[in-house]
């Protein structure tokens, strides 16, 4: 199989697990990228230069999907059948976009530092909670399709998250 075509976990060489070691990915795309970088092949021929470029935009791509937690799950989702189709597919439970809500209420009307943080934590804690229920689902035999809810969740939850942290910079600032 071509090298370009095989699955981001099998261009690195790693299993297709949610679980990564994310000391092995590292140490992994290091060697990876070593060994097919062009600076290696500038001396090569055209053809060979530029399939190194390639590669080494491959594996670029492969460690940059695998690296973030939740773009990793969302590629496992698709590779078993259940893609997460998050731009199109806003099916949410009612709880979770009443959750959503209160959220966004609440950063609107936090007026503190501390009020700020605190809603950190809660996020950040239903966002563990979501990344421990991806591993059970991807890892452990589980039900992709709930995955693929779980993956949107959690990327309705990390958009929250960055807005949140924005003002949470704001405040620092001021």
């Not at 590292?26 to 090569?44: G, Y």
């Not at 053809?47 to 695998?66: D, I, K, P, S, Y």
């Not at 959503?100 to 563990?128: F, G, I």
């Amino acid at each position: 199989m071509n090298l370009l075509n095989k699955s981001h976990f099998d261009f690195l060489g790693l299993p297709a697990r949610f679980g990564l070691d994310e000391h092995q990915l590292h140490e992994t795309f290091r060697r990876v990228q070593a060994a097919i970088h062009p600076d290696r092949f500038a001396n090569a021929g055209g053809a060979e230069h530029r399939m190194a470029m390639q590669l080494a935009t491959r594996a670029n791509e492969a460690f940059g999907v695998l690296r973030d937690p939740g773009q990793r799950a969302a590629y496992l989702c698709e590779l078993n059948g259940c893609p997460v189709r998050a731009e199109t597919n806003t099916a949410m439970s009612s709880q979770f976009l009443i959750q959503q809500m209160q959220w966004r209420e609440s950063l609107d009307d936090a007026s503190s530092r501390s009020e700020l943080s605190q809603l950190d934590e809660e996020t950040s804690a239903q966002q563990s909670a979501l990344l421990t229920q991806l591993a059970e689902c991807l890892d452990a035999g589980g039900d992709k399709a709930v995955a693929s809810t779980i993956v949107a969740r959690l990327m309705f939850i990390g958009k929250f998250r960055r807005d949140l942290l924005a003002r949470l910079d704001d405040e620092v600032s001021a």
